[in-house]
């Protein structure tokens, strides 16, 4: 609403970045919302700041932003939401044409008075034309797992053409976010003009939005399988690609991998010890208005990332914690857990409840990844729509399993353990002794996602002090996109976690990554254990231990915190415990 009336730049900027702060804050923010003294300690947070937060939190409102609201229709913000219409062109409209809403603005481009606004020719209006039907098929963002591999694919496609050098994707995506709003490919080539024409030729493209020298941007379609969850239906995704410089490359990427609150900490570094940065290098401040890379100018840093940090005196700071929270106290580069550092899936299902692969496929394929440990866990009786196994059902699974574990031998350790139903009162779906039998429990809410917050806290909390429960599974139950799921108050759960040896689990489906990112960054700064686990119902899901990685390294996981990178000594010592 200050963008919409105009208002100083810096004000606006102080209100963006105190809610960047706060929406990756990651601890019980209500109970320090009262006192601004705590308040202020968290970065972004200035006084005024601060006692806004306070006014809401005592009273349910904020002053300003009631008096803000009589003065902004609440149909710009919909106009916001147009790609290529940004607060400055809304503005425009809203005072020199009257246009408040979505209606108002087709209004507009019907009778031609919207090219009577600045800088507002032919070329413009047809692109916002084209943002407004590509909206009907489009949504606000894309999970991680529909848009990495449509990153990899166009990846794969540009390298065939044989004249690149370089490639990979930056933005969001690189971070690692559960979900992007598009993709950025970044490409060093020895022929930008045949990059540039492949790229906009590739397989999907629906429409091409800008074909530049060094940029060019299309709109690409896909059909998005969201597995046991159904279709996720024809989704489209902007796409832009930019040909760097080999010499620029590291600096390229750090500038577009961003995050763009990170970037302008590293520029402010640079300024402070005589450098500029830029994404096509790091140069000696001088008095030329020029850029220093348009003069020629040989750059300090900028072949890599790692040469870029180092030349500011920085540790290499990897990409998914780019987010200008701690990274900055940082001294050296962090150990964070790695794919290749899982040795073990402590969540999996057969044919028994809704998985599609065989107790026998099921343990091959945990061979075929160098696994040394698989733990069956398939559903419990009250999950009777995914075939639940009742006490009768599982006892016959055991017999199978000590079967399986003669045929396999040494090359792998088989778990016989449940996904058990965590009941809407907290109480378990198996009796204790039933539980006790069980090699592993991993306890996940199913059913009762809507519940309210205090009650959904005493629900997770019964099941996490459990003493035979190891693993809490996907805590709030969420299905991004479609279901918000549990909203319980996760330090509580943390605590109880920490104190009774449970590890929480980052459920790696594209669909789930639940836990979410800042509460495992808490998890781990309390000293709670973290399992990435698959969820595995089909080989596929096997794939998906990749978005778990993501998610688990934007939460500073290292792999002495993930019980799955554990050696089978210990991560079988750790189980016994609870036994």
């Known amino acids: 609403m200050l963008e919409l009336l105009g208002e100083d730049k810096f004000r606006i900027n102080a209100h963006a970045r105190a809610a960047r702060s706060l929406e990756g804050y990651a601890g019980p923010l209500e109970a320090i919302a009262g006192e601004p003294g705590k308040l202020r300690e968290i970065p972004g947070v200035g006084p005024k700041m601060a006692d806004k937060i306070a006014e809401l939190h005592k009273t349910g409102t904020i002053r300003e932003h009631a008096e803000l609201s009589a003065r902004v229709p609440r149909g710009l913000f919909d106009l916001l939401a147009v790609p290529g219409l940004g607060p400055k062109t809304v503005r425009a409209m809203w005072d020199s044409l009257g246009v408040t809403s979505m209606e108002g603005l087709q209004r507009v481009i019907n009778d031609g008075s919207i090219l009577t606004l600045p800088r507002m020719g032919e070329k413009a209006v047809e692109k916002i034309k084209a943002s407004l039907a590509f909206m009907t098929s489009s949504g606000e963002r894309i999970q991680l797992g529909l848009a990495w591999p449509l990153a990899e694919r166009l990846m794969e496609y540009l390298r065939e053409s044989g004249s690149i050098e370089a490639v990979a994707f930056a933005g969001s995506l690189r971070r690692g976010r559960d979900t992007v709003g598009d993709i950025d490919l970044l490409v060093s080539t020895s022929d930008p003009p045949a990059a540039g024409e492949r790229f906009r030729s590739a397989p999907g493209v629906d429409e091409v939005l800008a074909a530049g020298e060094s940029k060019s941007s299309v709109r690409i379609a896909l059909e998005a399988d969201g597995g046991r969850w159904g279709s996720e239906g024809r989704r489209g995704l902007q796409v832009d690609l930019r040909i760097v410089p080999r010499e620029s490359w590291g600096a390229a990427l750090m500038y577009f991998t961003g995050s763009k609150e990170h970037n302008v900490r590293l520029r402010e570094q640079a300024l402070r010890q005589g450098y500029t940065l830029n994404e096509y290098g790091l140069y000696p401040v001088d008095d030329e208005a020029t850029p220093p890379h348009r003069r020629g100018v040989p750059p300090v840093a900028g072949a890599s990332e790692e040469e870029v940090y180092g030349a500011l005196g920085l540790p290499f700071i990897p990409p998914e914690i780019r987010e200008d929270h701690e990274e900055w106290s940082l001294r050296e580069t962090p150990d964070l857990v790695e794919a290749e550092a899982i040795k073990a899936e402590l969540h999996a299902h057969t044919t028994e409840s809704d998985g599609r692969l065989s107790l026998d496929q099921l343990v091959q394929a945990a061979i075929n990844r160098g696994f040394h440990t698989i733990a069956v866990t398939d559903h419990s009786k009250s999950s009777f729509q995914a075939r639940g196994l009742d006490a009768e059902r599982l006892h016959a699974q055991r017999e199978a399993i000590e079967r399986a574990r003669e045929r396999f031998g040494t090359q792998i350790t088989i778990l016989h353990g449940s996904e058990v139903d965590i009941l809407p009162d907290g109480s378990l779906d198996f009796d204790d002794q039933t539980l006790a039998w069980l090699d592993i429990v991993v306890a996940s809410p199913h059913a009762s996602l809507s519940q309210d917050g205090a009650t959904a806290t005493a629900r997770l909390l019964r099941a996490v002090s459990h003493p035979l429960v190891h693993v809490l599974g996907h805590p709030s139950g969420r299905v991004l996109g479609r279901r918000k799921g549990l909203e319980p108050a996760i330090d509580e759960i943390i605590a109880a976690a920490v104190e009774h040896g449970t590890a929480l689990e980052i ?57 799955n990178t554990w050696s089978a000594d210990e991560l079988h010592a750790w189980l016994r415990k609870k036994r």
């Open 507 to 563: 459920n790696a489906h594209w669909l789930r990554l639940d836990l979410r990112d800042v509460h495992v960054r808490s998890a781990v700064e309390a000293g709670a254990n973290i399992a990435i686990n698959c969820d595995v119902h089909s080989l596929e899901d096997f794939d998906n231990l990749r978005y778990g990685i993501a998610t688990a390294r934007r939460g500073w996981v290292t792999p002495k915190e993930c019980v």
